[in-house]
């Protein structure tokens, strides 16, 4: 598909004066534009699920997630990325990203890489991907060269495939086993994908890890119980949910964290089980960090 032809590339008719809005006006357009975003991801729905189990199912195996993209795509994975481990205490390998022009594109524009499809073949062989893994290629337009290219590296290494566009019928979702195109429509400011595409790629991101880590067992109910308690704020939000899961006086709730050795998960299943840390740790080593599974199976 030519780029003109692209909804991503197209002019947005409701901006057409955007240069002579006022700021409200600039605002309350933006603000409409933006009310569009979670319907589209609503109509794709069963293919992010799709994704999610995917993923989850690779990661529960010892598989790695790979986010890769270029531009505002790739800033994007690399932002869910980096999130994972103080959220879920992952380990940083678990999930990782690839970004054209590598970190310093975090913070310098090198989009000129993006059209590179050795640049991509190379980052992604670098990585050694193998079947155990999952590959999350993220394009709004669907057709960059880098991010294609390392998908379909990984693919021929056996991985599998998750394609994340904003335009129908995209070329980068022949070479995904998912395919989740959201249709946002032509951005507010022509062709500046990091505005409805950015958002929505990034709602989807969120939807991708904190799905399949809810599916792991890595979240407690809905609460954050993997948490790396490293500081006074996330110590004292380590006892509160503790209080909160088992009932506990906060004095207790501190007394079994320093028992535990300040893991939330092992002093969960010690309350919640009445077990001792090294049963709880037992447990949640065979339930493979499921604090849920640890409590209910001895």
Known sequence: MRKENLTTEQRNPASAKLDQMSALEIVSTMNREDARVPRAIRRVLPQIAEAVDLIAERLANGGR??????????????????????????NPC?????????????????????????????????????????IVGIAASGSTPYTIAALELARKKGAATVAISCNRNSEISNHADVAIEVEVGPEVLTGSSRLKSGTAQKLICNMLSTGAMARMGYVYSNLMVNLHLINRKLVDRGVRILQDVTGAEREVAEATLE????????????????????????????????????????
């Open 65 to 90: 997630l790979f986010y890769v993209g270029t531009g505002t795509s790739g800033r994007i994975g690399a932002l869910d990325a980096s999130e994972c481990p103080p959220t879920f205490g992952t």
């Open 259 to 298: 028992k535990a050795g300040m893991r939330l998960p092992v002093a969960i299943v010690m309350l919640n089980a009445n077990t001792n840390k090294a049963e709880a740790t037992r447990r949640l080593r065979k339930t493979k960090g499921s604090v849920r599974l640890a409590i209910e199976n001895s």
């Open 94 to 134: 678990m999930v990782q990203f690839l970004i054209a022009g590598g970190e310093a594109a975090l913070v310098h524009a090198t989009e000129a890489s993006e059209d590179s499809a050795e640049l991509g073949r190379k980052d992604m062989a670098s990585r050694r991907p193998t079947s155990k893994d999952v």
